[in-house]
């Protein structure tokens, strides 16, 4: 999960490292209570706020209510503003940038630092350090550069602390020498904070309340919320975390990360136009695989479903998960009140794949076509392009 | 440096084994011929599970059943750290761990720990690996249906994906080719097995000519086995297949499965991965039904 930056603040600030003073505008109604000049500051997930417009210094009440009027419900890369973090201005000496993140060269964390921070941090110098979280102390001594090393090991605590994926403070400043006493003694101040919480290390975080949130620079559709709700209001397995809209006439149900990847390659490579992505995998009940269905279908002019993963799942009970299927598509049909006469192909297999193929095999009033192990994922992916397609010019 | 490919007539305690997957798992690792000589879980300890004695800790286990050449773990994902300190302070060098969802502060001490020991570790989030040669089938792999994927053979097979690792075993047997490993790495950020690593080991591995990577998007270890070809460091050939083009139509910074599959700014992209492939030599398939194909050319 990423965090907004007045949230990444919070856990910085508790980590005794200091932030601007300030305080996050959650309406119009909200009071400002620090004097001016003050930055004010869209929060959205995305970067590159400042050249979108979402960050903007104001030097009178004026300029503040202008702008906060401005700001709130406005879209800044596709992100709808909703809370507005309002800051006093630090005078700056030096700028720069740190981060802390995870690498897949060193297999382990690594510190990023650059001389110079601010916005265009790609196109700059930035030294990698690689930190052994097992002895923090002596992996920071070869991390050069003027920034204390007591700071760097709170930063480098927290991090590890909090689980963070990421935590990128872009700009870290050191205060000019001269507004020290206006800065109330700090020395070095994060103006920004981007952290990213690892999902994984939930459980062990009591204190991770934050309200749900898409991804960057996108706004979440209905169905992608639905699909979201179904893992959310049941552990077992997976179904439906993983979910995307795409503009085609084929409903997808995949199963298994890789399988899931492949399948969709080779459907497009086809000339298929897959509906959604979506994704269910390890052992769901069946009531949750029925949901996801219902979502994948809810949606005019669907072509076809695919129903697609590996033929030798681990794990999977794949009678238990194709009985969600049925109930799905019985479900949706009275829901809807329509009928589906469109094709469904199906290629499954592991775990009581017997059973379930003797069931469907009963099944009339579908239009299913079912594959097993002599059929890749290429050639179900074919059948099920094809069979849409004849579908399409069939019934326009 | 312990080594990753282990010889036929290994023995191997399971840590966890009692609960849900192992307890599945553990039968047909023992039909295939692979040697579990003991299980580890607290509280469960004096129990017999398919024959194999359990104890409470590794320590208690290898005094009775003496040092093992390494640990199979079923442990959930937060118990994973302790299961992986206790094997390395119990003197075990091989471990591979199967739990989906390990955080990656975790694995990043996990990483470090193994270093220290001079020991080596296949996952987290490892179905598993198997060769049919040398009877080791080792953690879930293809559980229910083993013999359904996985004929014998000299083409190696190495995936981010158990299924996909199951799947192109099926996809080359469909083509008259067999395994010799078929290993799962695991789809996370930083595992402890790359493919390069097991391609290095592979280079002197008797039984196999050639190897498939099964890669996708995200991270940089399918460049990581362009830069050691490109080095000559690896001579048998190597085919791959990258999945994940149709991701690049959705948002950035989505993670598609696995943790490790996550495009951020311009490193991870499919298409990327094919081209740094294909310019060190590396035969890469468009198709993932071409493989087999490539294969067979490239061991003629």
């Not at chain 2, 390494?70 to 750290?81: K, T």
Request: contains cysteine; charged residues 25%.
């Amino acid at each position: 999960m990423i965090l907004y930056e007045y949230e990444g603040k919070e856990i910085l600030q508790k980590a005794g490292i200091a932030i601007p003073n300030g305080q996050t505008l959650h309406s119009l109604e909200d009071r400002v209570n620090f004097p001016f000049p003050l930055i004010i500051k869209a929060q959205v997930l995305s970067g590159k706020r400042a050249d979108n417009g979402g960050i903007i210094k104001v030097s009178s009440e004026m300029e503040l209510v202008e702008n906060l009027e401005e700001l709130f419900g406005k879209i800044v890369n596709k992100e709808t503003v909703e809370k507005v973090l309002v800051e006093e201005v630090v005078e700056i000496e030096q700028e720069y940038y740190l981060s802390l993140s995870y690498d897949t060269d060193t297999r382990g964390s690594i510190l990023s630092f650059s001389q110079s921070g601010g916005t265009g941090i790609e196109e700059r110098g930035v030294r990698i350090f690689p930190i052994d979280p097992l002895n923090i102390p002596s992996s920071l001594e070869l991390v050069e550069g003027d920034i204390p090393k007591d700071l760097l090991t709170k930063i480098t605590q927290v991090f590890f602390d909090s689980d963070a994926l990421l935590l990128e403070i872009n700009p870290l400043v050191k205060v000019a020498s001269d507004k020290s006493q206006e800065s109330r003694g700090r020395k070095w101040v994060a103006l920004d904070a981007k952290i990213k919480l690892d999902d994984y290390a939930k459980a062990r975080h009591e204190d991770w309340n934050f309200p749900p949130r898409g991804v960057p620079g996108y706004s979440p559709t209905a169905n992608e919320m639905a699909a979201k709700r179904i893992d959310e209001e049941d552990y077992r397995g997976t179904a439906g975390s993983a979910y995307f809209d795409l503009p085609g006439d084929i409903a997808i149900l995949s199963s298994g990360g890789g399988v899931s990847l492949t399948a969709l390659d080779a459907l497009i490579k086809a000339g298929g136009k897959p509906a959604n992505f979506t994704e269910y995998s390890g052992n769901p009940p069946k009531e949750k695989v029925a949901k996801l269905t219902k979502v994948v279908l809810n949606k005019p002019n669907i072509h076809g479903l695919w129903v697609i993963g590996t033929v030798v799942a681990n794990f999977t009970d794949i009678f238990e998960t194709l009985s969600g299927l049925m109930d799905g598509l019985r479900q949706a049909q009275t829901e809807l009140g329509t009928k589906f006469d469109f094709p469904i192909v199906i290629r499954r297999g592991g775990p009581r794949v017997d059973e379930a193929y003797t069931m469907l095999k009963e099944v009339k009033d579908f239009d299913l076509t079912l594959l097993g192990p002599e059929t890749s994922v290429s050639q179900a992916a074919e059948i099920m392009a094809q069979k849409a397609k004849e579908y399409e010019q069939k019934h326009g | 440096m312990a080594k990753r490919l282990l010889d036929k007539g290994a023995r191997f305690i399971g840590q966890g084994i009692t609960g849900f997957e192992g307890s599945r798992s553990l039968p047909k690792m023992l039909e295939f011929g692979t040697q579990i000589v003991a299980g580890v879980t607290p509280g469960k300890g004096g129990q017999v599970l398919e024959g194999v004695p359990i104890f409470n800790t590794v320590k208690e286990a290898l005094a009775q059943v003496g040092q093992v050449d390494g640990s199979i773990q079923f442990a959930p994902p937060l118990r994973v750290l302790g299961a992986v300190q206790e094997a390395l302070e119990a003197g075990i060098k091989w471990i591979l761990t199967g739990a989906e969802k390990v955080p990656t502060k975790d694995e990043a001490i996990i990483n470090s720990l193994v270093k220290q020991h001079e020991a080596v570790l296949i996952g987290p989030n490892t179905a598993g690996m198997i060769n049919v040669a040398k009877e080791l089938k080792l953690g879930f792999l293809a559980v229910a249906d083993t013999n359904k994927a996985f004929t014998e053979g000299e083409i190696a097979v190495l995936s981010k994906s158990g299924s996909m690792t199951a799947e192109t075993s099926l996809h080359l047997k469909n083509n008259g080719l067999g395994v010799s490993w078929a290993v799962c790495v695991g789809g996370d950020i930083i595992p402890g097995t790359t493919f390069g690593d097991l391609l290095l080991e592979l280079e002197a591995d008797p039984q196999t000519k050639a190897s498939v990577i099964f890669g996708e998007l995200g991270g940089t270890y399918e460049e990581q086995v362009a830069e050691l070809v490109k080095s000559g460091k690896i001579s048998k050939p190597v085919v791959a297949f990258i999945a994940g083009d149709f991701t690049l139509q959705l948002p950035k910074q989505v993670q598609f499965g696995h943790a490790g599959a996550i495009i951020e700014g311009e490193r991870g992209k499919p298409d990327h991965k094919r081209q740094v492939l294909r310019d060190a030599g590396v035969k890469v398939a468009e198709n993932f039904d071409d493989i087999a194909d490539l294969v067979a050319q490239a061991i003629k």
